[in-house]
């Protein structure tokens, strides 16, 4: 079965000086954030920084998201209190999940330890086609602000089809070198007999149903002849 699930984000911002009162975003607010696929889980607005935790739908990248909650909340608050200083320019925006980034690596890289294999020489040969790098500095937006965007990607061969060894490497390369010529930093790599487990960075400007698209359009052209159904976000919750 595939799909996607939805993503969470924490964003942090700060204003310009601490002068606004206690502030709750009003329903007109949160409704204009739902029309852009945004949905407010958390707030909080103390002395100059602001916090958010919200959810998305796969269709609102990264980029947009910043831009939506800072454009609609410093509207917002500039309607209601004269004495509004403005936001800086620094912001963060990650995604945030139950599984912290380390999390999932480390459960991507002991996928073919703890799989049930009979053979042991297919075991080996699959632990040489694991792939790790580690990350490095977050993207930066315009102006100071960080994108720190992270998926984990479950890709499943077309009816549970179990791959011999020399399918699965080239399956493997052909995702590898796709996710890099989509600009999509790979950061954790495992293939199993009949499906792969990817931690990836994508664009900040793509959203998961193009970065996914991206992928799967370009790990085909890469292997010219696939047998990788339509993938899906075992957890979007990275980080």
């Known amino acids: 079965m595939s799909g996607l699930h939805k993503s969470f984000y924490r964003y942090t911002a700060f204003l310009k000086e601490a002068t606004v009162a206690a502030f709750t975003p009003p329903d007109e607010l949160l409704q204009a954030w739902q029309r852009d696929g945004i949905f407010l889980r958390a707030f909080l607005l103390q002395q100059r920084r602001v916090q958010m935790v919200c959810a998305s739908t796969a269709t609102i990248s990264p980029v947009q998201i910043a831009q939506r909650l800072k454009g609609r909340l410093n509207h917002c608050l500039r309607q209601q209190s004269p004495a509004y200083p403005g936001f800086d ?117 793509r959203n998961p149903q193009q970065s996914l698209d991206d992928l799967k359009s370009a790990s085909s052209q890469q292997l010219r002849r696939t047998r990788l159904r339509f993938p899906q976000f075992a957890d979007s919750g990275g980080a």
């Open 89 to 205: 320019r620094d912001f963060f925006l990650g995604t945030l999940g139950q599984n912290d980034r380390d999390i999932v690596a480390a459960y991507i890289r002991n996928q073919v330890d703890h799989s049930d294999l009979v053979d042991p020489l297919y075991r080996e040969r699959l632990k040489v086609l694991r792939f790790h790098e580690d990350p490095g500095q977050p993207p930066r937006g315009k102006h100071k602000g960080i994108h720190d965007h992270h998926l984990h990607i479950v890709l499943v061969t077309q009816g549970r089809y179990r791959m011999f060894p020399q399918e699965a490497k080239k399956v493997s390369v052909s995702i590898i070198e796709g996710g890099e010529s989509v600009g999509m930093d790979i950061m954790e790599f495992s293939i199993m007999p009949d499906h792969a487990h990817i931690l990836a960075r994508p664009d900040h400007h």
